[in-house]
């Protein structure tokens, strides 16, 4: 576990009353303030040495401008630091697990769009992986961890709606990451693509393509500087069926149950996605199911090649097969039955 209470301090002022969930935001920036909430609620936040289950409780903590106060209460938190700040961390994470050029990108310094910073787990995946820099882009306001919001790499920019943000963010990116909720991955795609530089050539499947003056590399030359994915300009896109579906596909509980109905909303969505300039490279389930259990969510790879492309169906249809499959397993794992591996998150990769 982890500890921040009194301890040591030098000389200092009175502290000031916070609730419980504020101070160990202060005291604990590795975890968001909802996990926090949740450590709380569990038992898991000590006060004193007591166990305190309300997060409003009030406990006496140090000014922002006097960390030396003293009479401060001693907190201790006995939960085990995430890898991330987030789960979201988690879902990203297996996108660069299962993507080498997108893995490789981010490895050597990209510099990275993140629409839907929300608490801020993609960004927090993104750094830890190497990106050098993460523009992080938010509607709403007040989620990010403190972990990512003090991060000198990461811009964090809140109260700013992705779809006018068609002047870019400033400098151009290489990779552009999409974790969107409550609306629909095409109506962002203009300012994804304002935000994403230019590819240096248009590519077909198999690295056939038309080059520019500035870069003459020969045709279907992919060793070639300049020619490679990881080169190129990136997407990866956590598509949730159940924000794509509308409502006329939303199973009970505003849920996709069907596995054609999902099958068609990724084939829709990857093809709206290659239509302005991409082409598709993979797309796996992800580790984490989506919020409202029975949600499955995936996450699709794709290169900005500069033409419209069209979608993998068989990609989609291997995804969608082993999610169902997946899905089923840990079904019968938390019903008490035998488990067994889970299947390869690989639908078809290039």
């Known amino acids: 576990g982890s500890a921040g209470g009194a301890g ?105 769009l993140d629409a839907g910073l929300s608490t801020g787990g993609f960004a927090d995946c993104l750094r830890q992986h190497g990106a050098s820099k993460v523009y992080g882009v938010d509607v709403g306001y007040g989620q990010v961890a403190e972990k990512v919001r003090v991060d000198d790499g990461v811009v964090v920019m809140e109260r700013t709606n992705l779809r006018y943000l068609m002047d870019g963010v400033g400098e151009p990116c290489d990779i552009a990451t999409l974790d969107l909720s409550f609306i629909g991955v095409r109506k962002c795609m203009p300012a994804v693509c304002a935000a994403l530089r230019e590819p240096t050539h248009t590519r077909t499947r198999g690295g056939k393509g038309v080059h520019s003056e500035e870069d003459p590399c020969e045709d279907g030359v992919e060793e070639e500087p300049g020619c490679g994915d990881a080169s190129a300009p990136q997407l990866a896109v956590l598509i949730k069926p159940q924000f794509e579906a509308g409502r006329q596909r939303l199973g009970k509980g505003g849920v996709v149950r069907d596995e054609a109905t999902r099958q068609a909303i990724m084939r829709e969505v990857t093809d709206d996605v290659c239509a302005f300039g991409f082409e598709l490279r993979g797309v796996i389930d992800s580790p984490v199911a989506g919020r409202k259990e029975g949600n499955v969510e995936f996450l699709g790879h794709f290169v900005r090649t500069g033409a419209p492309t069209a979608g993998a169906l068989e990609e989609i249809a291997a995804a969608v097969e082993a999610a169902e499959v997946n899905r089923a397993l840990e079904e019968a794992k938390a019903a008490g039955q035998r488990g067994q591996p889970r299947l390869s998150r690989r639908g078809s990769r290039r």
């Open 8 to 112: 040591a301090r030098p000389a200092g002022g009175k502290p000031v009353r916070r609730r419980l969930d504020d101070a160990c935001a202060r005291r604990f920036p590795e975890h968001s303030k909802s996990a926090l909430q949740s450590f709380i609620a569990q038992g898991k936040v000590f006060v004193g040495g007591k166990p305190v289950t309300k997060a409003g409780t009030k406990v006496l903590d140090a000014a922002d401008d006097d960390p030396g106060a003293q009479g401060v209460d001693d907190i201790v938190l006995t939960a085990e630091v995430p890898r991330y700040v987030s789960r979201a961390g988690l879902k990203l994470e297996a996108a660069l697990e299962a993507f080498a050029p997108l893995r490789d990108a981010v490895g050597a310094g990209a510099v990275v």
